[in-house]
């Protein structure tokens, strides 16, 4: 069974940055989007970014109101892995943050996968 493995989390001061990575440990037959969730204690799971696949640009990001111009999602197609870049982080962004990817397994089915979470706390 197809696991995300994520990786880069940590405790950082404001102002600082992180970078997450993610990975599939199998192979996913078609990835049609790649992004990351996060939730804070007490709180419910939302949107933090998405990078989509297709297109003639290769397709197209979105963001979560709170981290436009702070954080950049990518991602490299050859390693199926996606990047989540974070500046001038703030300690509202503390959070567990999991890593998202809807695509098509290889027996033709539609698959939603999770990560199992990594802990980004931010506070000096």
């Known amino acids: 069974q197809v696991q995300l493995v994520e990786s880069g989390g940590g405790l950082v001061q404001p102002g600082g940055s992180l970078r997450l990575s993610c990975a599939p440990s199998?192979?996913?037959?078609?990835?049609?989007?790649m992004g990351w969730y996060r939730q804070a204690p007490g709180e419910q799971r939302e949107l933090v970014a998405v990078i989509t696949s297709g297109g003639a640009s290769g397709g197209s990001t979105n963001y979560a109101d709170s981290v436009k111009g702070r954080f950049t999602i990518s991602r490299d197609n050859g390693k199926n892995t996606v990047y989540l870049q974070m500046n001038s982080l703030k300690p509202e962004d503390t959070a567990v943050y999991y890593c998202?990817?809807?695509?098509?397994?290889?027996?033709?089915?539609?698959?939603?996968?999770w990560g199992q979470g990594t802990q980004v706390t931010v506070s000096s």
């Open positions: 998202h990817i809807a695509g098509w397994d290889t027996g033709g089915s539609w698959r939603n996968y």
């Open positions: 199998g192979s996913i037959f078609s990835i049609n989007a």
